[in-house]
């Protein structure tokens, strides 16, 4: 069968159901669709992500960038900004929407092969491990 005619066909079948009947079938769409993606997101990785580190760098992880802004995510901008204030040097890693952190957060560092998840707990990490002059302030 033709895609378009099965098309026509599941929009008649929906705009026959009755209220409550749209949206028991809009849910159970939005879970088909959801559960696979969720899976799919929190399938297991291997650690470091960045394979071939650098001792003494810091691997800053976080969303794509646009043209004009450095990060859509007020957390990422923050994490980004303590950085360069403290003057530590870090690569900027552009993640898709699928890299997060292992406990599923964006952004994370990675220092070391070792990852630093959350914007909050990776600049105490930098700040209780000395990687910047701005810890004595």
């Known amino acids: 069968m033709p895609c378009h005619i099965v098309k026509r066909h599941i929009i008649e079948c929906y705009e ?7 949206a028991v079938a809009v849910g159970a769409v939005a879970l088909v669709v959801y559960i696979p993606f969720r899976y ?35 957390f990422c901008l923050k ?32 220092y070391n092969g070792v990852e630093h ?3 909050a707990l990776a600049i105490r990490f930098v700040v209780s491990d000395d990687l910047s002059d701005s810890s004595h302030n």
Not at 16 to 22: A, H, I, M, N, T
């Open 117 to 119: 998840p959350d914007s």
């Open 40 to 74: 799919w997101l929190n399938r297991p990785r291997s650690t470091p992500i960045k394979k071939d580190f650098k001792e003494g760098m810091v691997y800053l992880y976080q969303f794509p960038r646009f043209k004009n802004i450095p990060s859509i995510s007020p």
């Open 16 to 22: 026959c159901l009755p209220g409550w009947g749209k």
């Open 79 to 110: 994490l980004e900004t303590w950085l360069r204030m403290a003057d530590i040097p870090y690569e900027n890693i552009t993640c898709c929407f699928k890299t997060r952190s292992l406990e599923g957060t964006l952004p994370f560092v990675e």
